[in-house]
């Protein structure tokens, strides 16, 4: 699976989580906070994310991740 690949299912976790959202709005380089996300809303897009990858990271490992664009360098990761 590629990085764009990655990128694509996270996008469309925020999409399904998030209202009044556009794909073309979204930027990686922020975080989903940016948009208006409370910690509820990022749990349920990075397991939704995690379980469609299917891979399982420690959330000690997700601590430091705060954009979009180091949400999917992290899985990719795992995926190797």
Known sequence: MTRDEVIKVIITNILDNLEDIKESEIDIKKSMKDYGANSLD?????SNSMR???IKIPRTELADVST????????MQHLQ
């Open 42 to 46: 990022v749990i349920e897009v990075v």
């Open 52 to 54: 469609q990858l299917k």
């Open 68 to 75: 979009i664009e180091q949400l999917a360098d992290k899985f």
